[in-house]
């Protein structure tokens, strides 16, 4: 029996010597999880602190990203809460979105619960008919919006109350047109800030996610010092597809404006790719503790044959994309909310 494992692991290595490097997929060695090599030393906190201060110093605009793009429709209202505002989404008849309260301006009907007809939202409660140009006479009025082909962002400007921006500050993606999109949403108890800081910890990767990565080494990380705005991390990385197979690529993450991580695909398999983490603020819970979101895009290409056919069949795709998400998710909010909690202590 040991003589057979022996035979299976000689030939099992023998195959991965022989790999041909230029194959996306590659083998992975088998490797116990409290063997790898512990990342500690090299995630210094004032690294990742300094680079939390310089995202949060960046302009927002007073842009928040609100919705997938693919959420708010013609056809119905959408309700979405940020930083306390109820709000509500739909489209006008050229397909353009409208944001606006979502709270009825006659008795404070929950706008997000009635239908839109004829491309105006109308009340459940008396019928009060809300066109997408707004009833001022009523003082609804609808906000500054953007949708930008994956996600629909709103101008807050009492929220953040910076200088507004006509447009927000959109992560350069590639071309939606031969690109798969696919956004999630997940829900924490943490504020933004909590969000960002777990993304700027590229270290915790292979040790916290080993079921998703390998062999993770950062490769460059801001200075602590740094003004210039070259703030970002690049890590070496390679995505299991299974346990003794992954797909290694070098990725960049930078942060374009404060609630928003970017990372970029520099090289490997899916370059130009991108994965953008926006972090929502909802509010306070009844608990009086912040909510927040985390709205995920991954704008994915490849000149791939079979990239191409995931495209056509996206709506199959989208899900299981969003599936992944969801479960490095799980336990980078879980990472998110126990910073919180720590900080709520102090
Ligand atoms: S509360 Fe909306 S019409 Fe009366
Ligand atoms: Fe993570």
């Known amino acids: ?20 490097e230029r194959w996306p997929l590659q083998p992975l060695p088998r490797e116990d999880w409290a063997r790898q090599r512990p990342t500690v030393g090299q995630a210094d906190v004032a690294v990742i602190d300094a680079a939390v201060k310089h995202a949060l110093a960046r302009p927002s605009g007073n842009w928040f990203v609100v919705a997938d793009s693919r959420h708010v429709r013609p056809d119905r209202p959408y309700g979405v809460t940020v930083a306390g505002r109820e709000l509500v989404a739909w489209r006008d008849a050229d397909g353009r979105v409208v944001v606006g309260s979502g709270v009825c301006p006659h008795l404070g009907a929950p706008l997000a619960e009635g239908r839109v007809v004829d491309h105006r939202l109308v009340c459940r409660w008396h019928g009060l008919a809300v066109p997408a140009s707004g009833l001022p006479g009523w003082g609804w009025c609808p906000l500054p ?20 921006t006509p447009r927000p500050v959109v992560p350069d993606r590639p071309d939606l047109d031969t690109a798969l999109a696919a956004v999630t949403r997940v829900d924490g108890v ?21 079921y998703s990565f390998a062999r993770l080494r950062v490769l460059e990380a801001p200075a602590v010092d740094t003004t210039n705005g070259q703030d970002r991390f690049v890590v070496a990385v390679t995505f299991r597809v299974g346990p003794r197979f992954g797909v ?16 970029r695909i520099v090289s490997g398999e899916g370059e130009g790719s991108v994965v953008e983490t926006h972090a929502t603020p909802l509010g306070a ?18 000149p791939r044959t079979g990239f191409l056919l995931a495209r ?11 599936a992944a998400a969801r479960r490095l998710w799980r336990d980078d909010l879980a990472y998110a909310e126990r910073r919180y909690a720590l900080r709520r202590r102090d």
């Open 312 to 322: 056509r069949v996206a709506p199959a795709v989208r899900p299981v994309v969003r």
């Open 248 to 263: 290694p690529v070098v990725a960049e993450f930078t942060c374009p404006e404060p609630r928003t991580v970017c990372m």
């Open 285 to 302: 819970g009844p608990d009086g503790r912040h909510r927040s979101a985390v709205i995920e895009a991954v704008v994915a290409t490849s």
């Open 145 to 164: 919006s953007h949708d930008d082909g994956v996600l629909v962002w709103a101008r807050l400007d009492d929220v953040d109350g910076e200088p507004p």
């Open 1 to 20: 029996m040991v003589e057979r494992r022996r035979t299976v692991r000689g030939l099992t290595e023998a195959v991965a010597r022989r790999w041909p």
């Open 190 to 210: 943490c504020e933004p800030v909590d969000v960002v800081a777990n993304r700027l910890d590229p270290w915790h990767g292979s040790w916290f996610h080993p």
